[in-house]
């Protein structure tokens, strides 16, 4: 059967000028106006945010199925659903992504789920969080575009998938963060050899600096993997919907529970899913999506609880820093999803992200960063509520290593000190 296309391609002609394999321009949401294929990132006509359309039309959905899983084990097994050459398995790139989709039967018990929730465990990315597949897919259109230098703002993670994936590719990498992240991020981005420099200021300060060296000579031949080159970084994130879909065997999940940061992860989860509907490579059926936010940086959960469609900035005050993003670029889109899919937003203390990423931990063996506290928090504030239904299947986000936070659980250690006797160990009580 051949399948609609997802985009016309009325500007085809300009996607020649570029190796990106299916993507054909790039089309505003807001207005619809499209471009070549380029490093820009805002609509000339409006100022909306411009994201990759594609051609579809020439996939059959049954040959598709079965290239996809002939793939290799990495997100370049849906190549032929990204803005990436044909041959991009065969170039230098840290291959991120087929990540576990864990079955968390126990933690399920523990929050009275019956209809099946599932962990999908980025930790297992080669930088240990899932920004090594936007990055990815950033790294190609940096190659396809002439650019000598790999760049970007960066809340922690991002930073270090950026200097990995520019060492591995031979790029120069120089990265720019909150002068007072989390001394486990800061390390794990300086390893890699290439420049990273602290901004004074959170992290809307870091990212207006980086638009503003984007327009100056200094930032010539620089691609900012979320900045210029954005609209194809933020395609990666569409690879953990796939990934989860194909892993639930070519099935939809009921409700899927994601973090917010800039919004561009949740946003970019709907439109992977809304992708597979068409291509016919899963049965179109209602799902929802939630997003999950630290009550420290909530502008989108805020907006939402408000009726509001315009999300007001917020100045973070929040461990989970790497959600710590005041203005979220995508929060109106988020409220969008959110409200046509019957999901909602919510919000937990740093207390309840603490609890949240112990108990996930103690039920499941995975230690989760932060960001992976607030998804797990918000999921059982959730089902506290009565917002999510226990008997449908459920996805939980977790984006990140808990080793990269570890002050969030600082205080965890020790259970006993003995001396090395039996006497001792039965003094203590742990027989």
Not at 110 to 118: A, D, K, N, P, S
Not at 367 to 376: D, K, P, R, S
């Given at each position: 059967?051949?399948?609609?296309?997802?985009?016309?391609?009325?500007?085809?002609?300009?996607?020649?000028?570029?190796?990106?394999?299916?993507?054909?321009?790039?089309?505003?949401?807001?207005?619809?106006?499209?471009?070549?294929?380029?490093?820009?990132?805002?609509?000339?006509?409006?100022?909306?945010?411009?994201?990759?359309?594609?051609?579809?039309?020439?996939?059959?959905?049954?040959?598709?199925?079965?290239?996809?899983?002939?793939?290799?084990?990495?997100?370049?097994?849906?190549?032929?659903?990204?803005?990436?050459?044909?041959?991009?398995?065969?170039?230098?790139?840290?291959?991120?992504?087929?990540?576990?989709?864990?079955q968390a039967d126990n933690l399920a018990r523990e929050l009275g789920v019956t209809g099946g929730l599932y962990v999908k465990d980025d930790s297992g990315n080669p930088t240990h969080s899932f920004k090594d597949r936007v990055v990815a897919q950033a790294l190609e259109a940096a190659r396809a575009f002439g650019f000598t230098t790999l760049s970007c703002s960066s809340t922690g993670n991002l930073a270090g998938a950026v200097g990995?994936?520019?060492?591995?590719?031979?790029?120069?990498?120089?990265?720019?963060?909150?002068?007072?992240?989390?001394?486990?991020?800061?390390?794990?981005?300086?390893?890699?050899?290439?420049?990273?420099?602290?901004?004074?200021?959170?992290?809307?300060?870091?990212?207006?600096?980086?638009?503003?060296?984007?327009?100056?000579?200094?930032?010539?031949?620089?691609?900012?993997?979320?900045?210029?080159?954005?609209?194809?970084?933020?395609?990666?994130?569409?690879?953990?919907?796939?990934?989860?879909?194909?892993?639930?065997?070519?099935?939809?999940?009921?409700?899927?529970?994601?973090?917010?940061?800039?919004?561009?992860?949740?946003?970019?989860?709907?439109?992977?899913?809304?992708?597979?509907?068409?291509?016919?490579?899963?049965?179109?059926?209602?799902?929802?999506?939630?997003?999950?936010?630290?009550?420290?940086?909530?502008?989108?959960?805020?907006?939402?609880?408000?009726?509001?469609?315009?999300?007001?900035?917020?100045?973070?005050?929040?461990?989970?820093?790497?959600?710590?993003?005041?203005?979220?670029?995508?929060?109106?889109?988020?409220?969008?999803?959110?409200?046509?899919?019957?999901?909602?937003?919510?919000?937990?203390?740093?207390?309840?992200?603490?609890?949240?990423?112990?108990?996930?931990?103690?039920?499941?063996?995975?230690?989760?960063?932060?960001?992976?506290?607030?998804?797990?928090?918000?999921?059982?504030?959730?089902?506290?509520?009565?917002?999510?239904?226990?008997?449908?299947?459920?996805?939980?986000?977790?984006?990140?290593?808990?080793?990269?936070?570890?002050?969030?659980?600082?205080?965890?250690?020790?259970?006993?000190?003995?001396?090395?006797?039996?006497?001792?160990?039965?003094?203590?009580?742990?027989?």
């Amino acid at each position: 059967m051949a399948v609609q296309t997802v985009a016309s391609t009325t500007d085809s002609a300009t996607a020649n000028a570029v190796d990106l394999g299916p993507a054909t321009a790039l089309s505003c949401r807001e207005c619809g106006h499209r471009v070549p294929l380029g490093p820009v990132f805002a609509c000339e006509e409006c100022f909306g945010p411009l994201e990759i359309a594609y051609d579809f039309s020439a996939h059959d959905t049954e040959e598709l199925r079965k290239r996809i899983e002939a793939g290799p084990a990495n997100i370049w097994r849906y190549a032929p659903l990204l803005p990436v050459p044909a041959d991009v398995a065969a170039k230098p790139n840290l291959n991120p992504g087929w990540t576990k989709l864990v079955q968390a039967d126990n933690l399920a018990r523990e929050l009275g789920v019956t209809g099946g929730l599932y962990v999908k465990d980025d930790s297992g990315n080669p930088t240990h969080s899932f920004k090594d597949r936007v990055v990815a897919q950033a790294l190609e259109a940096a190659r396809a575009f002439g650019f000598t230098t790999l760049s970007c703002s960066s809340t922690g993670n991002l930073a270090g998938a950026v200097g990995a994936a520019a060492a591995r590719a031979g790029f120069r990498s120089c990265v720019f963060i909150p002068h007072d992240l989390e001394q486990g991020k800061v390390v794990m981005a300086a390893v890699y050899g290439g420049e990273l420099v602290g901004i004074e200021g959170n992290y809307d300060d870091v990212n207006r600096f980086c638009s503003e060296l984007i327009g100056d000579p200094a930032g010539e031949g620089w691609g900012f993997v979320n900045v210029n080159l954005r609209p194809y970084y933020a395609e990666g994130s569409k690879t953990l919907a796939y990934e989860i879909c194909e892993q639930l065997g070519w099935r939809l999940p009921d409700q899927l529970v994601v973090p917010i940061a800039s919004g561009s992860q949740l946003t970019k989860i709907d439109k992977g899913l809304q992708e597979l509907i068409r291509l016919g490579l899963v049965e179109d059926r209602p799902y929802k999506i939630f997003g999950a936010q630290a009550e420290g940086c909530s502008p989108v959960s805020t907006a939402y609880k408000a009726g509001h469609d315009v999300v007001r900035p917020q100045k973070p005050d929040t461990i989970a820093k790497s959600l710590a993003i005041g203005n979220p670029a995508d929060g109106p889109y988020v409220l969008d999803i959110a409200r046509r899919t019957g999901g909602a937003v919510e919000d937990v203390t740093d207390e309840q992200i603490v609890d949240a990423i112990k108990l996930l931990a103690r039920t499941e063996g995975i230690f989760a960063e932060t960001a992976g506290g607030v998804t797990v928090g918000v999921t059982k504030k959730l089902l506290e509520s009565g917002a999510l239904d226990p008997s449908l299947t459920t996805v939980v986000l977790n984006t990140g290593d808990g080793l990269k936070t570890l002050d969030a659980v600082a205080g965890t250690g020790l259970t006993a000190t003995i001396r090395p006797s039996l006497e001792s160990f039965r003094e203590a009580g742990l027989v």
